[in-house]
């Protein structure tokens, strides 16, 4: 009986024995395929391929800046009073010296008449004294005073009127007006702001440059002006004035242009997308937008190369970019014209790896992408 326990037992180690090795076969069996695997080479990266090509761009200079009115003021009285008189509605075009609003003036009215009423005597006493002192009638003291109160007069009359006349509020300039800011039979206070008004056509835009690109801008440069509200149109004009100093802060220069705004479309506050064009013409060499890898710590592309055997690799490169125009990247430094760098898709690519070229990139293709 023990016999045939011990001999049954001898069988279950044997076949668990048979198993085990089986199985740790066929797990060696499947490692040595993955390291056969992995040991092979990884296919060729699939790529699109774009030439660094010579340009002939004119020189530019890009910034951002702002719109401003040639002449844009907030219409304020100098004399409080009640409003007796609207003469303008908002919005609306006027020309210099027009009539915009009344202030309530009888008692200054009346004041001007007493005040000219007074220089009517003062005038008639002084030419009393005039014919007197010819014939030694009257002293020179009553007749230079007879003289002062005649001028004395004649200043107040003035002085009334000036004061009447502050309470018509009239165009500085011809413009276009804002919104009415106060309304019929309102009393405002001295400095009560009634109106904006701003002279739209021409109109200026100003922006800052470095200090690195003054030396490529001068007054009446080409600029070229974009904005949010007509992106697909530019407004072209030309620099007026480039400011005489450099801001210490941030080591810019304020410059100013005008531009033609016929159709008022242009308004003062916009943000503004401002190009300096220049008549000089620069070569430079320039790759697809989408070549360019934008890093932190620098920019490169993928410059495609002959490796072992004609297989082709890629090597990163690192560039020195310049300006953008129409999907094209100027490249200042790091890459050669005629060399053949990976257009699109560099995020799937490392160092040396080997690559299939299987289209080509193009600067229209990729002009439309943000």
């Given at each position: 009986m023990k016999k045939i326990h011990v001999t049954r037992v001898i069988s279950v180690v044997a076949v668990l024995a048979v198993v085990l090795g089986a199985l740790f076969a066929w797990r060696f069996y499947q490692i040595r395929q993955q390291a056969e695997m992995?040991?092979?080479?990884?296919?060729?990266?699939?790529?699109?391929?774009?030439e660094a090509t010579t340009r002939r761009w004119p020189q530019t200079v890009s910034a951002i800046g702002g719109l401003r009115a040639v002449n844009g003021v907030r219409v304020a009285n100098e004399i409080a009073g009640v409003v007796k008189a609207l003469e303008f509605e908002s919005g609306q075009r006027v020309d210099a010296g027009e009539v915009l609003l009344r202030i309530e003036a009888e008692t200054d009215e009346a004041a001007l008449e007493t005040r000219e009423a007074e220089a009517r005597l003062a005038l008639q006493q002084f030419e009393r004294f005039s014919n007197l002192i010819k014939q030694n009638a009257v002293s020179q003291s009553e007749f230079d005073e007879a003289r002062a109160n005649y001028e004395a007069a004649e200043a107040r009359v003035h002085e009334q009127r000036a004061l009447l006349n502050k309470k018509?509020?009239?165009?500085?300039?011809?413009?276009?007006?804002?919104?009415?800011?106060?309304?019929?039979?309102?009393?405002?206070?001295?400095?009560?702001?009634?109106?904006?008004?701003?002279?739209?056509?021409?109109?200026?835009?100003?922006?800052?440059?470095?200090?690195?690109?003054?030396?490529?801008?001068?007054?009446?440069?080409?600029?070229?002006?974009?904005?949010?509200?007509?992106?697909?149109?530019?407004?072209?004009?030309?620099?007026?004035?480039?400011?005489?100093?450099?801001?210490?802060?941030?080591?810019?220069?304020?410059?100013?242009?005008?531009?033609?705004?016929p159709g008022m479309q242009l308004r003062p506050g916009m943000f503004a997308n401002v190009q300096v064009v220049r008549d000089e013409i620069r070569e430079v060499v320039t790759v697809p937008r989408t070549a360019i890898s934008y890093n932190t710590y620098g920019d490169f592309v993928f410059e495609v190369v002959d490796g072992q055997g004609g297989q082709k690799t890629v090597e990163r490169v690192s560039v020195t970019t310049g300006d953008v125009r129409d999907g094209e990247v100027e490249i200042v430094d790091g890459v050669q014209a005629g060399a053949t760098v990976v257009g699109a898709g560099l995020l799937r690519l490392r160092n040396n790896q080997p690559v299939e070229v299987v289209a080509e990139t193009t600067a229209e293709a990729t002009s439309g992408q943000g």
């Open positions: 992995m040991s092979q080479a990884p296919p060729p990266a699939k790529i699109e391929v774009a018509t509020i009239r165009a500085p300039f011809s413009g276009v007006l804002g919104l009415r800011q106060v309304d019929l039979g309102q009393y405002i206070g001295v400095g009560t702001p009634i109106v904006g008004i701003n002279m739209l056509d021409p109109i200026q835009v100003d922006f800052t440059i470095s200090e690195g690109e003054l030396p490529r801008i001068a007054p009446r440069d080409r600029v070229e002006v974009s904005v949010a509200a007509f992106p697909e149109r530019q407004f072209v004009g030309e620099i007026l004035a480039i400011d005489s100093s450099v801001l210490p802060e941030s080591r810019t220069v304020r410059v100013r242009g005008r531009l033609p705004n």
